[in-house]
């Protein structure tokens, strides 16, 4: 994720591409992305997680450093093609493993942990490959295919033997791939959560290119974003293990709202520097929430047996989302203006976070 967090950048300013050509692009990532994971959940459910995940780690080492190689438009869509559908075996099966693996009434805390494990290793790596990035991007490639490859090494040892499996309903794969769709409760929550991934994906893709845009380095850049891992590493598993206990719908609100302030400061801050640095901190404390406690609620409302199937079904959702962020965004940038793009992304999320603390209730009946 180090590398993918410095893309928009290259592609604009190395490979010039035009910044809404790389939205297009970075959409088509998270439609392959979203539209095949559901398919890719369902399988795990029925042939285990393990093959499909090594498949994920090995094929993405593979084509993750091909954006060197990207030169035009066409290769650009072809390689985000390639990239989103190897994301798609990857995010839903990893997560329904996590689940597996984890006791019912921990797992926030487990999907917490593990999330603060992630935001240590994105600081590790961000911070470093920001001047990485200054210097040129081969490196960088070639560092994070290496990463990707030490996955699948590290795979095939830990998951050796036997893993925990939920006993599937008598389904077909297709009818399982479409359930959590034709369910009313998963696809309200998917209505109303989707602005936590569009968030996020604002952030990681969109906060680069706006820095940058007004004049900050890669170097800072990546000093921020490292910033914002190491406050989700402190507190991520100290908030989910004291907010556990009342289950993963109530606070969600509260982490929206967060989040629209978050956004409101990236419009209303004066000098980019500071916008960049206040914005990301504070979306932080609402991230240290939604990071663990969505996936809990996806978690909660798949029915027994279809656990990967739902994961996939969200990862459709969060993938569009976060695809949509620099679309979205770099049109309202050019209509509006950078400022009110961010302000009307706080408008969105705020109602969002007025929906979900109304709904919260709802969400937990059967």
Do not use: K
């Not at 470093?128 to 990463?147: D, H, M, N, R």
């Not at 979306?283 to 978690?299: H, I, L, N, Q, T």
């Amino acid at each position: 994720m180090s590398l993918v967090t410095f893309l928009g950048i290259y592609f604009v300013q190395r490979a010039h591409i035009d910044v809404a050509t790389v939205g297009v692009a970075f959409l088509c990532e998270n439609l392959a992305r979203g539209l095949l994971a559901p398919m890719f959940g369902a399988l795990s459910d029925r042939i285990g997680r393990r093959a499909l995940l090594l498949a994920s780690a090995l094929s993405t080492a593979l084509v993750l450093p091909c954006f060197l190689l990207v030169t035009s438009p066409l290769t650009l869509v072809l390689w985000s093609l390639a990239l989103g559908t190897t994301g798609a075996i990857n995010m839903p099966v990893a997560s329904a493993l996590l689940l597996d693996l984890a006791p019912a009434e921990r797992r926030q805390s487990v999907l917490a942990l593990n999330y603060t494990v992630m935001s240590v290793a994105y600081t590790l790596g961000v911070t470093p490959a920001g001047y990485v990035a200054e210097q040129g991007y081969g490196l960088l490639a070639a560092i994070s295919a290496a990463g990707y490859v030490l996955v699948a090494i590290l795979y095939a040892a830990a998951l050796r033997g036997s893993l925990p499996l939920e006993r599937r309903p008598e389904t077909g794969v297709v009818r399982d791939t479409l359930a959590a769709f034709v369910d009313r409760r998963f696809a309200l929550f998917a209505a109303i959560a989707f602005v936590f991934p569009l968030s996020m994906g604002m952030v990681v893709t969109v906060s680069p290119l706006f820095g940058a845009e007004r004049g900050l380095g890669e170097g800072y850049i990546g000093l921020v974003l490292g910033g914002n891992s190491i406050l989700v590493a402190l507190l991520a598993l100290p908030v989910a293990s004291r907010v556990e206990p009342m289950g993963p719908f109530r606070l969600l609100g509260a982490a929206a709202a967060i989040v629209a302030i978050a956004h409101a400061c990236y419009g209303l801050i004066p000098g980019t520097a500071a916008a960049l640095m206040i914005g990301t901190v504070v979306f932080s404390f609402g991230e240290v929430v939604f990071s663990s406690a969505v996936p809990a609620a996806v978690a909660r409302l798949a029915p027994q047996g279809r656990r990967g199937a739902y994961q996939g079904s969200w990862t459709l959702v969060a993938s569009l989302s976060m695809g949509s962020a620099l679309v979205v965004s770099g049109f309202l940038a050019r209509l509006a203006g950078w400022e009110r793009a961010w302000l009307a992304l706080a408008l969105v999320v705020a109602i969002a976070a007025v929906a979900l603390f109304a709904l919260r209730q709802r969400f937990l009946r059967n």
